[in-house]
């Protein structure tokens, strides 16, 4: 004691009811701490007993010892917790010994456990009306996070983060249980951004008269991202790739081209999509804007009839379709007439395992229509093939292989908000609510009452959340009918409701002009969202001619999955879908894939289906697609046999063909046969 009593950097003084606590520190270590109790004397208050503590029990020392002590301290600090009266004391007995002493804030977390922490107003951490220091407060932190089923690094990293910016542990655990303060909750804000571009006078562009109309009736000159696809040969028949955030006005260079083309005998429009939901509204708006200049149409999957009762007309002027519509008429050797313009709207779709190698399949197989159409009809030039997206990774790349020219308009109209709160599943409807009725009780300065999309994972919590809205609000999701469907988008562009909730693969690109986006899960199914599927939806939130900025929450529940296929917990997708960049648009062909494909290629192209699988996206192993194709018997040479072209035409994976082929064979019920594909899928 002796030796550590001559090296004693700071002596510490903390109250504790009727005594104080004594903290000798040298280096920023601890070397005793002592209880440390006053006597009144005649020449004031004087050192009455002074015992050190020592593991659970205490060892008395002399009152003289502690005095030694006080003499040699190199500086002596009074907890600012001390009471009025306990810092007069102390000062009135330290001041006989000549000493002085500094009042200073400290951790009262640590003073309680006879550690002195010296705070500062910048270190300071308010929590249950006092302050403590910054490793107390992640410790209490943690503590919280624990007891609400822990949190991995990403989210405490976060966590802690705003901690230490906000200075305040009831705030920062008030996230958990759904605090909605935006201060708190916003993660970042995306800025508004403007490429300088000089726009393009309407009545300045080489269109036909009709088309030109049309637009000066409009407005006066093109967007950014149309003037730069006009200025890369949109109008000389350019084949175009059009990467550029949504609400910016990409489609319109599309519709422009097709349009014009058209009118000028140059063939009919296709405009393709991935989803009905999509071709429905689409085909509404066409017919709308310019039914009185083409005939227009839909084909959608392989029915010939739409929902609501139209039939599809294959020498209308505009077919609107989606990709598995139009791929079923190649397939099944329809005469589409001659095609001036395709548009492939969402085309980094070709990244997705089930849907992209069918639409790399499909570009290369109307492509092959088209060339022979050419070589059959000389008076018809071909298409003109435009590719519309608002993500993708790797523009260059992908529009290096589709042979196309690049426009890339890296503008946002408004900024974004994106905000990160956590809740656990049932709470998630409350949270929702909340933020809902703040969204519509606010109107822009456009005049336009704030409207939400909320993003679930299925169509029952769809409806669940729906009926937990306060607001007039819809669910949205492929078991509507088209009626059903056309009738909430209506109410919604009418602002007759405050929020449509639905599922995050159909309402992806779907025209609902909302200012908030919320994602009640970041999963799609049974599977968490990638970046650029993230970066599409969060997309949907706010328009430049109807709000101000666009907002998004995304509510995280700590530890929660929602199969036990899925690899991660939700606030770790959470935070690598905020920080993770663009996944590039590459299509990837397993075995199943490119059996299906090949055989598809060969039933359109017979002997061209070597060339039709080279010119695709991805790399297609051919020789080994019609080895399996062969042995399968669902090709004689290069001629799609009547099982082959029953596969085909239905777009069946080899492995589903064969379990209906069983079924037939064992005479079972078609519901037992359709069971044993479900089961199948989900052991894959």
């Known amino acids: 004691m002796s030796e550590q009593v001559q090296r004693v950097d700071t002596l510490f003084l903390h109250e504790t009811g009727d005594d104080y606590l004594a903290v000798a520190q040298r280096s920023g270590d601890r070397l005793f701490r002592a209880k440390l109790e006053l006597t009144e004397r005649d020449a004031g208050p004087r050192p009455g007993r002074f015992r050190v503590k020592t593991g659970s029990g205490e060892e008395p020392r002399s009152p003289d010892q502690f005095v030694d002590i006080a003499r040699r301290a190199d500086r002596i600090r009074i907890s600012e917790q001390t009471s009025r009266s306990g810092r007069e004391e102390l000062r ?26 010296p705070i500062t107003s910048e270190t300071a951490i308010e929590a249950d009306g006092e302050f403590i220091c910054q490793d107390c407060a992640i410790r209490e932190l943690e503590r919280e996070l624990s007891f609400n089923g822990g949190m991995t690094g990403a989210a405490q990293d976060r966590l802690e983060d705003l901690l230490l910016e906000e200075q305040d542990l009831d705030r920062i655990t008030g996230l958990l249980g759904g605090n909605l303060d935006p201060d708190l909750t916003k993660f970042d804000e995306v800025s508004a951004t403007t490429d300088e571009v000089d726009p393009v006078p309407v009545d300045s562009l080489d269109l036909h008269p009709d088309v030109k109309d049309l637009l000066t009736a409009r407005f006066d000159e093109l967007l950014p991202v149309q003037s730069l696809s006009v200025e890369n040969g949109l109008l000389d028949g350019e084949d175009q790739l059009v990467v550029s955030a949504t609400a910016t006005g990409k ?33 509404e708006d066409f017919e709308d804007e310019y039914g009185d200049l083409a005939n227009v149409t839909i084909r959608v999957g392989s029915s010939r009839i739409r929902d609501d009762g139209h039939a599809f007309d294959p020498s209308a002027d505009i077919i609107v379709g989606t990709y598995e519509g139009i791929d079923h008429a190649l397939r099944t050797g329809k005469d589409l007439g001659d095609v001036g313009t395709v548009v492939i709207d969402e085309v980094h779709t070709l990244k997705e395992d089930e849907r992209g190698h069918r639409l790399d399949g499909l570009i290369s197989r109307l492509k092959y229509y088209c060339e022979q159409r050419e070589q059959q009809y000389r008076d018809y030039e071909g298409a003109q093939w435009i590719y519309l997206s608002a993500t993708v990774g790797n523009p260059g790349e992908l529009a290096r292989g589709m042979r196309a020219n690049l426009v890339e308009f890296e503008e946002r109209p408004i900024p974004i908000e994106r905000h990160v709160t956590f809740a656990e599943g ?74 449509v909730v639905t599922t995050a693969a159909l309402a992806a690109g779907v025209d609902f002009p909302a200012s908030q986006v919320i994602f009640d899960t970041l999963a799609m199914g049974i599977e968490w969202l990638s970046v650029q599927e993230f970066e599409q939806m969060l997309g949907r939130a706010g328009r430049p001619d109807y709000h101000d900025r666009g907002k998004v929450y995304m509510l995280v529940e700590p530890d929660a999955s929602y199969h036990s296929s899925m690899e991660g917990t939700e606030e770790e997708i959470a935070f690598k879908l905020l920080k993770g960049e663009m996944e590039d648009v590459v299509t990837h062909y397993d075995e199943t894939a490119a059996v299906e494909e090949t055989l598809a290629n060969v039933t359109v192209g017979g002997k061209a289906a070597k060339r039709l699988n080279d010119r695709m996206l991805g790399e297609v192993p051919t020789k080994h697609a019609l080895g399996k194709l062969l042995e399968y018997e669902f090709v004689d040479g290069f001629e799609p046999t009547p099982l082959g072209r029953a596969v085909t035409t239905h777009f069946l994976e080899p492995g589903a063909a064969f379990t209906i082929l069983d079924g037939v064979r064992k005479a079972k019920h078609p519901y037992d046969v359709v069971a044993d594909i479900e089961l199948r899928g989900e052991q894959q």
């Open 251 to 283: 489609t319109l260079v599309g519709e422009m081209a097709g349009l014009h083309r058209h009118l000028s005998g140059k063939g009919k429009m296709l405009f393709l999509v991935p989803l009905v939901a999509l071709a429905n509204q689409k085909h």
């Open 426 to 499: 049932n709470e998630k409807p409350d949270i929702e609510n909340k933020l809902v009725r703040r969204e519509f009780d606010k109107e822009s300065s456009k005049g336009y009452k704030g409207q939400t999309i909320i993003f679930t994972n299925s169509r029952r919590r769809c409806h669940e959340i729906s009926r937990k809205l306060d607001y007039p609000s819809a669910a949205y999701h492929a078991g509507l009918d088209y009626g059903e469907r056309k009738s909430v988008e209506r109410r919604f562009g009418n602002q007759d409701l405050s929020a």
């Open 92 to 117: 009135e007995m330290l001041d006989a010994y000549q000493q002085d002493a500094k009042v200073v804030r400290t951790c009262r977390y640590c003073a309680g456990k006879g550690r002195y922490s």
